[in-house]
C-alpha cells in the first residue's frame, strides 16, 4: 500500500477540515471553558490550582470527544453524498487507502485542536499558579490515543450508515466504554455464570476508555508508572488498528449507487 | 477487435440492486456485452435509467458486478491498476469547495502517481487548456458549474490518462460550454485517446462518435458506428414544391411511393431517400416548382426512439 497515497488524502482532509469553520466554534468554547476553570478555581479557599486544572482537563477530553465525533460522522459520509468520492476512487487508490487517509488526515485535525486547548490549559494553569508535571504530558499522551480510537469509531460508523446514526453509535460506544470495566466487576460479583459470561464478553469487546483518563494523577500529581501509560497506548493503537480493519471490510464491500 | 486493440471490455455483466431492506432484488443490467477499441471515441446512449451511469460505475469500480467481468486495458475493473491510465468525470462532478481549482488538481495528480517534478507544470498547463488560469488560486465555492464541470475534465486529465470516460459531460453547459467540450473530445481522439462517452445528446453522438451503443433497460438493443445504424435504415426526405398537377400526385404515389400533404398552392412530399432522384425528376418534367428539398436529420433519433420503444 503506497503510504504517498495516504499521506496525500490525509494532508488533503487536514487542509479541508482546517478551512472548515464550524469546527472552530466547539475549539473556542473549549477555550473558554479551560479559562472559566480560573474564575471558578477563584471562588474556592482550598486546592484552587487542582479545581482549575480538574476543570481544564475534563474540557481538553470532553471537547476533544465532541469534536473527533461531531467531525468524524461526516467524514466518509459526506463524500459519498457529496460523491467527491467518485473522482478520488476513480484514481489508482485502493478503498483502505481512501478510508485510512481520511483517518490519519482528521486524527491529525483533532490532535491540533487538541493542542491548541493543552496550550490554553498550560497559560492558565502558569497564570494561576498551578503545577505542571509530567502527569500532564501523560494525560495528553493518552488523550490523544482515545481521541484517535473515537475517530476510528466514527470513522467506522460513518462508513455504512447516516451521520445521525454515526453519532448515535460513537456517542454510544464512547460512553459505555467510560464503563466497561464497572460492568465487568458488576458481572464478576453477580452469582450468575451466565451474566459474569456476557459482563467479562462486553469488557473484551467494548472499549475500556477508562484506562486512558489520566485528569486525576494529573491534577492532583499522583504517581504514575510507565505501565500506566504504556498499556493504555498499545490497547489504543491495537484497539484502533481493529475497528478500521472492519471498516475497510465493510467499505470494500460498499456499492456507490 | 483483437485482445490488444480492445481498451474496454465488458462480457456478461449482471448488476442487481437490493433497494429498501434488501427483500427484492432489482436487476439493473442483464448481461451486459460489449468491447470499445483503443483510439475509439465510444457512445453509451440511453434513456434515463437505462443503466448508462451503473455500467460507468461498474467500470471504475464504485459498483461490484453482481456476475460477469470487465477490464480497462486487460486488466479487470476489480483491480485498482485497471485505474491507472483512466481518467473519469462523473455527471455533474462536485468537489470540495474548499480547495482552490489549484489544489484540486494537485491532489488528484498526487493520487495518479504524477511525479512531483512533473505535477506542477502539468496541472498549469490543464489550467490553461480548460480556460482557468485565471481563477486557479479561487476556492471552488466561487465557480459556476461551467468552471466545475472544466475542472472536472481537468482532473480527469491530469494524468493524461489513455482512457477517458465522461458521464454525460455536455449536462448543465451553455451552447459554448458544450462547444468546447466538443472540441475536447475531438482533441483528445486525434491525440489517440479513448473516449467512452455516456449522453442523451443524438447530435453529439451522430458528430463524435465512432462507434455506439444503445442501451435500454439494462440490455443493449443496438451497437455500431452510427454510419452502419443509418445504413440499416432507409432515410428519408422531405421536398415541397408548387404547380403540382393531380396526374403528378398519382404518378408520385404510384411510382416513388411518396406521401403528399397540401398546404394551399403547395404539396409537402415525404419520400425515401433512394427514390429522391426519381421524384425530383418527375417533378421538373412536369413543370412543377421545386421550392425546397430537406434531408431527414434526425435518422439515429428515430433509431433510438424505436429501440426504446422495442420497435427494432
Same mark, same amino acid.
Given at each position: 500500500?503506497?503510504?504517498?497515497?495516504? !499521506?496525500?488524502?490525509?494532508?488533503?482532509?487536514?487542509?479541508?477540515?482546517?478551512?472548515?469553520?464550524?469546527?472552530?466554534?466547539?475549539?473556542?468554547?473549549?477555550?473558554?471553558?479551560?479559562?472559566?476553570?480560573?474564575?471558578?478555581?477563584?471562588?474556592?479557599?482550598?486546592?484552587?490550582?487542582?479545581?482549575?486544572?480538574?476543570?481544564?482537563? !475534563?474540557?481538553?477530553?470532553?471537547?476533544?470527544?465532541?469534536?473527533?465525533?461531531?467531525?468524524?460522522?461526516?467524514?466518509?459520509?459526506?463524500?459519498?453524498?457529496?460523491?467527491?468520492?467518485?473522482?478520488?476512487?476513480?484514481?489508482?487508490?485502493?478503498?483502505?487507502?481512501?478510508?485510512?487517509?481520511?483517518?490519519?488526515?482528521?486524527?491529525?485535525?483533532?490532535?491540533?485542536?487538541?493542542?491548541?486547548?493543552?496550550?490554553?490549559?498550560?497559560?492558565?494553569?502558569?497564570?494561576?499558579?498551578?503545577?505542571?508535571?509530567?502527569?500532564?504530558?501523560?494525560?495528553?499522551?493518552?488523550?490523544?490515543?482515545?481521541?484517535?480510537?473515537?475517530?476510528?469509531?466514527?470513522?467506522?460508523?460513518?462508513?455504512?450508515?447516516?451521520?445521525?446514526?454515526?453519532?448515535?453509535?460513537?456517542?454510544?460506544?464512547?460512553?459505555?466504554?467510560?464503563?466497561?470495566?464497572?460492568?465487568?466487576?458488576?458481572?464478576?460479583?453477580?452469582?450468575?455464570?451466565?451474566?459474569?459470561?456476557?459482563?467479562?464478553?462486553?469488557?473484551?469487546?467494548?472499549?475500556?476508555?477508562?484506562?486512558?483518563?489520566?485528569?486525576?494523577?494529573?491534577?492532583?500529581?499522583?504517581?504514575?508508572?510507565?505501565?500506566?501509560?504504556?498499556?493504555?497506548?498499545?490497547?489504543?493503537?491495537?484497539?484502533?488498528?481493529?475497528?478500521?480493519?472492519?471498516?475497510?471490510?465493510?467499505?470494500?464491500?460498499?456499492?456507490?449507487? | 477487435?483483437?485482445?490488444?486493440?480492445?481498451?474496454?471490455?465488458?462480457?456478461?455483466?449482471?448488476?442487481?440492486?437490493?433497494?429498501?431492506?434488501?427483500? %427484492?432484488?432489482?436487476?439493473?443490467?442483464?448481461?451486459?456485452?460489449?468491447?470499445?477499441?483503443?483510439?475509439?471515441?465510444?457512445?453509451?446512449?440511453?434513456?434515463?435509467?437505462?443503466?448508462?451511469?451503473?455500467?460507468?460505475?461498474?467500470?471504475?469500480?464504485?459498483?461490484?458486478?453482481?456476475?460477469?467481468?470487465?477490464?480497462?486495458?486487460?486488466?479487470?475493473?476489480?483491480?485498482?491498476?485497471?485505474?491507472?491510465?483512466?481518467?473519469?468525470?462523473?455527471?455533474?462532478?462536485?468537489?470540495?469547495?474548499?480547495?482552490?481549482?489549484?489544489?484540486?488538481?494537485?491532489?488528484?495528480?498526487?493520487?495518479?502517481?504524477?511525479?512531483?517534478? !512533473?505535477?506542477?507544470?502539468?496541472?498549469?498547463?490543464?489550467?490553461?487548456?480548460?480556460?482557468?488560469?485565471?481563477?486557479?488560486?479561487?476556492?471552488?465555492?466561487?465557480?459556476?458549474?461551467?468552471?466545475?464541470?472544466?475542472?472536472?475534465?481537468?482532473?480527469?486529465?491530469?494524468?493524461?490518462?489513455?482512457?477517458?470516460?465522461?458521464?454525460?459531460?455536455?449536462?448543465?453547459?451553455?451552447?459554448?460550454?458544450?462547444?468546447?467540450?466538443?472540441?475536447?473530445?475531438?482533441?483528445?481522439?486525434?491525440?489517440?485517446?479513448?473516449?467512452?462517452?455516456?449522453?442523451?445528446?443524438?447530435?453529439?453522438?451522430?458528430?463524435?462518435?465512432?462507434?455506439?451503443?444503445?442501451?435500454?433497460?439494462? %440490455?443493449?438493443?443496438?451497437?455500431?458506428?452510427?454510419?452502419?445504424?443509418?445504413?440499416?435504415?432507409? %432515410?428519408?426526405?422531405?421536398?415541397? !414544391?408548387?404547380?403540382?398537377?393531380?396526374?403528378?400526385?398519382?404518378?408520385?404515389?404510384?411510382?416513388?411511393?411518396?406521401?403528399?400533404?397540401?398546404?394551399?398552392?403547395?404539396?409537402?412530399?415525404?419520400?425515401?431517400?433512394?427514390?429522391?432522384?426519381?421524384?425530383?425528376?418527375?417533378?421538373?418534367?412536369?413543370?412543377?416548382?421545386?421550392?425546397?428539398?430537406?434531408?431527414?436529420?434526425?435518422?439515429?433519433?428515430?433509431?433510438?426512439?424505436?429501440?426504446?420503444?422495442?420497435?427494432?
Amino acid at each position: 500500500m503506497s503510504a504517498t497515497v495516504v !499521506a496525500a488524502i490525509a494532508g488533503n482532509t487536514l487542509r479541508e477540515s482546517v478551512r472548515n469553520k464550524i469546527a472552530y466554534a466547539l475549539l473556542f468554547f473549549a477555550i473558554v471553558m479551560i479559562g472559566s476553570g480560573a474564575i471558578v478555581s477563584s471562588l474556592s479557599y482550598v486546592e484552587s490550582g487542582r479545581i482549575l486544572q480538574d476543570v481544564g482537563l !475534563a474540557a481538553i477530553r470532553l471537547f476533544g470527544v465532541a469534536i473527533a465525533i461531531f467531525v468524524g460522522i461526516q467524514l466518509v459520509y459526506r463524500e459519498v453524498e457529496r460523491r467527491t468520492v467518485y473522482t478520488i476512487l476513480s484514481k489508482p487508490i485502493s478503498r483502505a487507502q481512501f478510508l485510512l487517509g481520511k483517518f490519519a488526515g482528521l486524527t491529525l485535525t483533532i490532535w491540533l485542536q487538541a493542542a491548541c486547548m493543552g496550550a490554553a490549559f498550560a497559560i492558565v494553569s502558569l497564570a494561576s499558579g498551578a503545577p505542571l508535571a509530567w502527569q500532564h504530558l501523560a494525560f495528553g499522551l493518552l488523550v490523544g490515543v482515545e481521541l484517535a480510537l473515537v475517530v476510528a469509531l466514527a470513522t467506522l460508523f460513518s462508513s455504512f450508515t447516516t451521520p445521525m446514526l454515526a453519532a448515535f453509535f460513537t456517542t454510544g460506544f464512547w460512553a459505555v466504554g467510560q464503563l466497561t470495566r464497572e460492568l465487568r466487576d458488576l458481572g464478576a460479583a453477580s452469582d450468575q455464570p451466565g451474566l459474569q459470561a456476557v459482563t467479562a464478553l462486553a469488557f473484551r469487546v467494548l472499549p475500556d476508555l477508562q484506562s486512558f483518563d489520566l485528569a486525576t494523577e494529573a491534577a492532583h500529581g499522583l504517581p504514575l508508572t510507565a505501565s500506566d501509560v504504556l498499556l493504555p497506548l498499545v490497547y489504543g493503537f491495537g484497539y484502533t488498528a481493529l475497528v478500521l480493519l472492519l471498516a475497510v471490510a465493510i467499505f470494500e464491500r460498499r456499492d456507490f449507487r | 477487435m483483437k485482445q490488444r486493440d480492445v481498451a474496454v471490455s465488458v462480457e456478461g455483466v449482471v448488476k442487481d440492486f437490493r433497494p429498501g431492506f434488501g427483500l %427484492r432484488v432489482r436487476r439493473v443490467l442483464h448481461g451486459l456485452s460489449f468491447r470499445v477499441g483503443r483510439g475509439e471515441v465510444f457512445g453509451f446512449v440511453g434513456p434515463n435509467g437505462a443503466g448508462k451511469t451503473t455500467t460507468l460505475k461498474v467500470l471504475m469500480g464504485l459498483v461490484r458486478p453482481t456476475a460477469g467481468r470487465a477490464s480497462i486495458l486487460g486488466v479487470d475493473v476489480g483491480e485498482t491498476e485497471s485505474r491507472r491510465h483512466v481518467g473519469f468525470l462523473p455527471e455533474n462532478p462536485y468537489f470540495s469547495e474548499l480547495l482552490s481549482g489549484r489544489e484540486l488538481l494537485h491532489f488528484h495528480a498526487r493520487l495518479a502517481g504524477v511525479p512531483a517534478s !512533473a505535477r506542477v507544470r502539468r496541472v498549469d498547463t490543464l489550467l490553461d487548456w480548460v480556460g482557468l488560469r485565471a481563477a486557479a488560486d479561487a476556492r471552488i465555492r466561487t465557480y459556476s458549474k461551467g468552471m466545475q464541470q472544466r475542472v472536472g475534465i481537468a482532473q480527469a486529465l491530469v494524468h493524461d490518462p489513455h482512457v477517458i470516460f465522461l458521464d454525460e459531460p455536455m449536462s448543465g453547459l451553455d451552447p459554448i460550454g458544450r462547444k468546447e467540450i466538443r472540441d475536447l473530445i475531438l482533441r483528445l481522439r486525434s491525440e489517440g485517446k479513448t473516449v467512452f462517452m455516456n449522453t442523451h445528446i443524438l447530435s453529439d453522438v451522430e458528430l463524435l462518435c465512432d462507434r455506439v451503443a444503445i442501451l435500454v433497460a439494462g %440490455r443493449i438493443r443496438y451497437e455500431g458506428s452510427p454510419h452502419e445504424l443509418l445504413e440499416g435504415t432507409e %432515410r428519408e426526405a422531405d421536398v415541397v !414544391a408548387a404547380r403540382v398537377t393531380p396526374d403528378t400526385v398519382v404518378a408520385l404515389e404510384e411510382r416513388c411511393g411518396a406521401r403528399l400533404r397540401g398546404h394551399g398552392d403547395k404539396v409537402e412530399i415525404r419520400v425515401k431517400e433512394k427514390s429522391l432522384q426519381e421524384l425530383l425528376a418527375m417533378l421538373l418534367a412536369s413543370r412543377a416548382e421545386i421550392v425546397s428539398v430537406t434531408p431527414q436529420r434526425d435518422s439515429l433519433e428515430q433509431i433510438f426512439l424505436s429501440a426504446v420503444e422495442g420497435r427494432r
